[in-house]
């Protein structure tokens, strides 16, 4: 399993915590330590300048420095000897320890090897420090004395003191309880930290979870910082797109659905129609008069059978259609005009006339289809106006558009059918009885065409009763 932001940060965080204190630590006690010698040295000359200065003054007679001599001296040294915390040795000149605070036992030692010791007898000024067994630093600083220009011997004074190590060692425990100190609060700030972070990645993976599993509704709040931000609202865009999609897709997948369901019950009417006369008139003993009346309903029942065919497989070409429409210059008055002579006994069967007003600009379109359109919506009008009533068409021009109005005097249009319209198989509540109209696919055909030429249907109902059907196309002027 990858690891958590939490256990990151975590790591990251006790790297530099402790890297940082270590580093830290380990420069300042080198600088503490580097101070503490210097001020060691300091004192150490001090005392053995003071030292070469007495035995200079003291012991000078003969310009030659004795053991014999200096007694006094090895006296007064060892008896302040714990007092001052450092040991001081007078050699004479070739080296050897003629006086040593720390006892008599260190007279005659020779240190004229040692570097400090070697430099001090040239005249100059000799300083060293050592690590000694036990992990103390010595530090030794080697002053000459001095006669008639000449050096007879080096006040030698040393002392030792804490190294870093020692003193790492002595606050063991110590350092162990600060480190500890520093992990518990590194944990407790990582946690703070991890917390904050990864909140709002931990709301966008739980939206993203629900997301996948099918929530589509589901967003997330942009929030934490400017990155998560982002990809919360690029998430939501998403989210939006999604959405929609699927909701089309949804819709569409409905709208066969209910498509294949109403062709089905649209079939299902004319064909138990049209079996059940079959079926009387194949029992026989039917009396003439209702012979006829059978075979006239299967009769209708088939042209309907036929119509709705037909409606169906225009609208599936009005729709298939790739803009392959034959487009040529049309003339509206003209499409009218044919379309009124093509219905002209069906209008006289209703007793109804129709009229048409106006004129409108050419426009480009299939005259054949538009035709239809004309006709279908003349064939509603018709049959929603009273016998004796008037169907008008009037034609326009409108903002470079051509336009076409049917209206009727029939009782005009539901409120709550405007919108169904020019959908497929719908039929309003006043023409519910099918033997007066057909499927209720003439307006979707209507709708279909008229799209099909970049223009818009529209249907309203007229203050006086009655109601319009307004169709624009666009014009490509006389
Ligand atoms: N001029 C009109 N006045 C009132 N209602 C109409 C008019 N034209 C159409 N309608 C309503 O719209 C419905 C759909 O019309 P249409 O698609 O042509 O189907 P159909 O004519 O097969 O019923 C009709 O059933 C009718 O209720
Ligand atoms: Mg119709």
Do not use: G, H, S, Y
């Given at each position: 399993m990858r690891s958590s932001i939490r256990t990151r940060l975590l790591a990251a965080f006790l790297a530099v915590a402790l890297t940082a204190a270590a580093g830290l630590s380990v420069y300042f006690l080198k600088e503490l330590e580097g101070f503490a010698l210097r001020k060691l040295e300091e004192r150490l000359d001090t005392e053995a300048t003071l030292v070469a200065e007495l035995v200079t003054e003291a012991y000078m007679g003969d310009g030659r420095l004795q053991a014999s001599e200096t007694d006094e001296l090895s006296t007064a040294l060892q008896t302040a000897g714990p007092e001052i915390s450092s040991r001081v040795r007078v050699l004479d000149a070739e080296g050897?320890?003629?006086?040593?605070s720390g006892g008599d036992d260190g007279i005659g030692v020779g240190y004229g090897k040692l570097a400090e010791v070697t430099a001090a007898l040239t005249g100059e000024y000799g300083a060293a420090t050592r690590i000694t067994d036990d992990n103390r630093v010595a530090l030794y600083v080697a002053e000459p004395i001095l006669h008639d220009d000449g050096v007879i011997g080096v006040s030698y004074a040393s002392s030792t003191t804490f190294s870093i190590i020692a003193l790492l060692q002595a606050y063991r425990t110590r350092l162990v309880i600060v480190i500890l100190l520093f992990v518990v609060v590194t944990f407790a700030l990582t946690e703070f930290l991890a917390r904050w972070l990864s909140a709002p990645l931990l709301e966008l993976s739980q939206g993203a979870q629900a997301f996948a599993a099918g929530d589509h509704s589901i967003r997330v709040t942009p929030m934490g910082s400017r990155e998560t931000r982002a990809v919360a609202e690029a998430f939501n865009a998403m989210s939006d797109e999604v959405e929609d999609i699927v909701r089309e897709l949804k819709e569409e997948e409905r709208r066969k659905t209910r498509f294949v369901s109403d062709v089905s019950h649209e079939l299902r009417t004319p064909l138990t129609a049209i079996r059940g006369a079959a079926e009387t008139l194949l029992d026989g003993d039917v009396p003439a008069d209702d012979e006829r009346r059978f075979l006239e309903t299967m009769v209708r029942e088939s042209d309907r059978l036929a119509r709705l065919a037909n409606d169906l497989l225009i609208l599936q070409r009005i729709e298939g259609a790739t803009g392959e429409l034959p487009l040529r210059r049309v003339r509206l008055r003209v499409i009218a005009d044919r379309a009124i002579e093509g219905l002209e006994a069906l209008l006289d069967e209703r007793g109804v006339t129709v009229s048409i007003e106006g004129d409108a600009p050419t426009v480009l379109g299939d005259s054949d289809r538009l035709q239809q359109v004309v006709a279908n919506l003349l064939d509603n009008a018709s049959r929603m106006t009273p016998r004796g009533g008037a169907v008008k068409v009037v034609l326009a021009e409108e903002d470079g558009h051509a336009v076409l109005s049917v209206l009727d005097e029939g009782p005009g249009i539901p409120e709550e059918a405007l919108t169904h319209l020019?959908?497929?198989?719908y039929r309003a509540q006043a023409s519910r009885d099918r033997s007066s109209g057909g499927a209720g696919l003439g307006l979707a055909i209507v709708q279909a065409i008229v799209q099909a030429h970049a223009g818009t249907i529209v249907a309203e109902n007229l203050p006086d009763g009655g109601s319009a059907f307004t169709l624009r196309l666009p014009s490509i002027g006389d």
């Open positions: 050897v320890a003629l006086v040593d020019f959908d497929r198989f």
